[in-house]
């Protein structure tokens, strides 16, 4: 896993692009993980999980911004009470 500072993505965000496996992005001033990124190919992470985690998640057919609008939808009806 690659670890990577604030100040390394400014001077150069072409990181991502070749991005190949996992990344930290770290503040480390403070010490802490801010991000974590994973590259945008098919590689499964529940795969990659340990045994007693792997079996917890469920896969999904559904894509990224179906789930992310589903997300902000049930955010939104905790946050504001919305029915729709």
């Known amino acids: ?8 993505i400014q001077k150069n965000s072409s990181v ?17 993980v ?3 990124v994973y590259p945008l190919e098919n590689i499964s992470v529940i795969d ?18 179906t789930i992310k609008s589903m997300a902000i939808q049930e955010a939104m009806k905790e946050k504001y009470g919305l029915t729709s």
């Not at 896993?1 to 390394?8: A, D, F, K, P, V």
């Not at 990659?48 to 911004?65: I, S, V, W």
Request: proline fraction near 0%; charged fraction near 35%; aromatic fraction near 6%.
């Open 16 to 32: 991502f692009s070749n991005l190949t496996e996992a990344m930290q992005i770290i503040d480390k001033r403070k010490k802490r």
């Open 1 to 8: 896993m690659l670890s990577i500072g604030i100040g390394e």
């Open 48 to 65: 990659k999980l340990a045994g007693k985690y792997q079996k917890r998640l469920k896969t999904t057919e559904m894509d990224f911004h």
């Open 34 to 36: 801010l991000a974590m």
